[in-house]
């Protein structure tokens, strides 16, 4: 399976500013995904990251607070933008084995830990 | 979406067996059950999935009814290590966008 590596592992910010998370997978993958993890609370996605495509944000997330990148296929970024501290959670990056296959599991990173003051 | 239902936590004693309910009354024909396991300051792990009856790994066993409206993941002989939350997820009907639901947090007791 897909070994995923997320940088920075954790931040603390400023609110009014931006972070960008980078992931990286050791494998091409088609589909990417990014989650947010809320303190003590499910996942939630995000967006989902198709190389050659923009990204599809779910109900309650917008590009202009969380904007997507997918160069090619092993790297995607996000952005938290104009942080405030309601911002702070995990964000965690995931990938699908197969694109061709719904059911097929998902592989995550260890996301990154961001708190906002 | 397919939703899914687990209870919210258990507790167990080491060295017993731990069965984590899940009830998916909408699934649909093509629909898998995932299990996940959450360690804290991880990302879910992968750990089983199945489509009917009885699938077994080396970590656990999931069990299927035959009308799939629920699923049960039982954790042999568990140790403190397996304290976590275990996600039971449905894709529902050809998607890709896969929700979790609150998972059972499962502590185990020396």
């Known amino acids: 399976s897909a070994v995923i590596s997320q940088k920075p592992s954790r931040d603390i910010c400023q609110r009014g500013t931006s972070l960008t998370i980078q992931c990286q997978v050791d494998?091409?993958?088609?589909?990417m995904f990014w989650y947010r993890q809320q303190p003590g609370q499910s996942l939630t996605l995000i967006a989902t990251a198709n190389q050659g495509s923009e990204a599809t944000y779910e109900s309650g997330f917008v590009i202009d607070k969380f904007p997507i990148s997918r160069p090619n296929l092993t790297f995607s970024t996000l952005t938290v933008s104009n942080m405030s501290p309601e911002d702070s959670s995990i964000y965690l990056c995931?990938?699908?084995?197969?694109?061709?296959?719904?059911?097929?599991?998902?592989?995550f990173g260890n996301g990154t830990r961001l708190t906002v003051t | 979406l397919a939703k899914t239902t687990q209870p919210i936590s258990m507790d167990s004693y080491e060295g017993q067996e731990v069965n984590i309910t899940c009830s998916h009354n909408?699934?649909?024909?093509?629909?898998?059950i995932t299990w996940y396991q959450q360690f804290p300051s991880q990302g879910p792990r992968f750990i089983i999935q199945?489509?009917?009856t009885k699938v077994t790994n080396e970590v656990a066993s999931l069990f299927i009814p035959a009308d799939r409206k629920s699923s049960t993941l039982s954790l042999p002989r568990v140790s403190l290590s397996d304290t976590a939350v275990y996600y039971c997820l449905v894709a529902g009907a050809g998607s890709y966008q896969l929700t979790f639901g609150k998972g059972t947090k499962l502590s185990v007791i020396p």
């Open positions: 995931s990938v699908m084995d197969s694109p061709y296959d719904y059911n097929s599991p998902l592989h």
């Open positions: 909408n699934i649909a024909t093509n629909d898998y």
């Open positions: 199945g489509y009917k």
């Open positions: 494998s091409q993958v088609t589909m």
